[in-house]
């Protein structure tokens, strides 16, 4: 998401802001960010061990409200976590926000006041177009990742990450879905090796198959 809104936004924006939830260790992504080029972070920090209770209706309000502060054109979200893989957040975002959304985005233009976006779908590829404000979620094939340089990582240092809580917000972080349990799928059992078709039939006649 962050190189997709660098190598699109610099053109056509003033201004790139980075924002992340997670306890103190997620300001190193935020500076990560800060030295691929984005102008400035916020960083809205929830307690160590709680993060992974931090679920996606919570982070979708969290960012509405920065949204609120920073009225931004377009927010540019990942496609779905790396742990839960939910793919939930820019779905209740774009809803709680009433704005028009392009999930899984693997190529954004921008022409005529819209965005262009082409969508990987199960039947193929999609092209819709969007009206802003909007939001997107990016695809992994949005574009190549590129690495921070050195010089950028330094500069990174001396920029600014707004620092803030869900309560400053104003919003309940509080789980709206509780786990009762996690199994393992049943083990498949071993299959049987057959002479000939006829033996086939025999047995699957005799499991009740056919």
């Known amino acids: 998401a962050m190189v997709s809104t660098q190598s699109t936004g610099k053109k056509l924006v003033k201004e790139i802001v980075v924002a992340s939830c997670g306890p103190t260790q997620s300001q190193e992504t935020i500076r990560t960010a800060l030295a691929m080029g984005a102008d400035r972070g916020i960083h809205v920090e929830v307690p160590k061990g709680t993060e992974e ?49 392009g999930t899984m985005a693997s190529v954004v233009e921008h022409s005529d006041g819209k965005l262009k976006i082409t969508r990987e779908v199960d039947g193929g590829l999609e092209d819709i177009a969007v009206n802003l404000p909007a939001v997107i979620s990016a695809d992994l094939r949005l574009n190549e990742p590129r690495y921070a340089t050195l010089p950028n990582i330094m500069k990174a240092k001396k920029k600014k990450i707004e620092k803030m809580s869900p309560e400053d917000l104003g919003v309940d972080v509080s789980p709206r879905i509780k786990v ?23 047995k699957l006649k005799e499991k009740g198959h056919i």
């Open 53 to 101: 209770s931090l679920q996606p209706l919570a982070v979708a309000k969290i960012f509405a409200k920065l949204v609120e502060k920073e009225k931004p054109d377009v927010v540019i979200l990942g496609k779905q976590a790396i742990d839960d893989d939910s793919n939930q957040t820019t779905q209740l975002l774009a809803g709680i926000l009433n704005w028009p959304q």
């Open 180 to 202: 009762l349990k996690v199994v393992d799928p049943p083990v498949r059992e071993a299959g049987d090796k057959v002479p000939d078709v006829a033996t086939l039939m025999s």
